[in-house]
């Protein structure tokens, strides 16, 4: 099909690992790799918490099991680092081997859930869904929250859905004392929003939803320009309005898996 977005591959899903790479030869080259591969266990369990805070904040099984294969892998690497000599075979005792083997078998599961899209934000998806019947408008973007309607939601249904929203990874939710903002999460914000404190969601693309069922749509400049066209702003706004309603309503309903069909039939590939 023919997408309205840019279908950009994102490095950043990519940058721990490049950068652990980049430590682990630097620690070899400088001291022995024995000392490489003790900094890189570390680096790996370190890694495992954050895995795990993200877990916490959304509440996805695959960052749970994310943070067990961390853990698996970065003790596996501890075990046989006293062991590693350039040159000569590496000695695998009775645990090194079962934490190989765990190892293994943790990440081929990871790589099916990847396959699977269980472990991708789905940012891009919601806003290509939203874009689908919009039409082209030249200088038509406006870096202002649009007001698209009143809706009558329970303050419970939309807190309900903003917790299916994350554990599906469709995005992240800001639980505010008068309304819950929605913020679709693409690739390439998702270190910045999951590990900021002082995350600036308000300057995001979001969907908020007051006490009073008051709702506003914001499209950031940076979303609106992932498009390969110039799109009608005011269509757009109510366009993700009335997708993130629809959302809510399979909900209410029990028909999640409607709307994980609608992100999983776009095909988009997960690494962008």
């Known amino acids: ?8 591959m994102q490095i950043t899903g990519f940058l721990p690992a490049l950068i652990s790479i980049i430590i682990f030869i630097s620690i070899s080259i400088i001291w022995d790799i024995s000392t490489g591969f003790y900094v890189l266990g570390s680096i790996m369990l370190f890694y495992s918490l954050l895995i795990l805070y993200s877990f916490y904040r959304t509440r ?17 690497l501890l075990s046989i680092a006293p062991n590693v ?24 599961c990871l790589l099916y859930l990847n396959f699977k899209r269980k472990l ?31 809706v009558n939601f329970s303050r419970k249904h ?31 914000n998702e270190y910045f929003a999951l590990f900021n404190p002082n995350y600036n969601y308000h300057e995001k693309t979001w969907v908020t939803i007051n006490n009073n069922g008051k709702v506003s749509v914001n499209i950031s400049k940076a979303d609106y320009l992932d498009y390969k066209e110039d799109l009608d702003f005011e269509q757009l706004c109510n366009s993700l309005n009335d997708l993130m309603i629809e959302f809510i309503n399979l909900h209410i309903d029990g028909r999640e898996i409607r709307i994980i069909d609608k992100l999983d039939n776009l095909r988009i590939n997960v690494f962008t």
Do not use: H
């Open 1 to 8: 099909m023919e997408y309205k977005q840019k279908q950009n």
């Open 60 to 76: 996805n099984w695959g960052s749970l099991l994310s943070t067990i294969y961390m853990i698996v892998y970065g003790s596996l």
């Open 158 to 188: 939309l807190e309900d859905f903003a917790r299916f929203f994350q554990k599906r990874l469709l995005g992240l939710c800001y639980f505010e004392e008068s309304r819950i903002v929605f913020m679709p999460l693409k690739y390439k």
């Open 120 to 150: 991708k934000w789905r940012g891009k998806e919601i806003l290509e869904l939203a874009a689908m019947n919009v039409e082209e408008a030249k200088n038509n973007f406006t870096e202002r929250p649009l007001p698209t309607g009143i």
């Open 85 to 108: 000599i350039i040159g000569e075979r590496i000695y695998f005792s009775t645990s090194s081997i079962v934490l190989l083997i765990a190892t293994i078998l943790i990440f081929d």
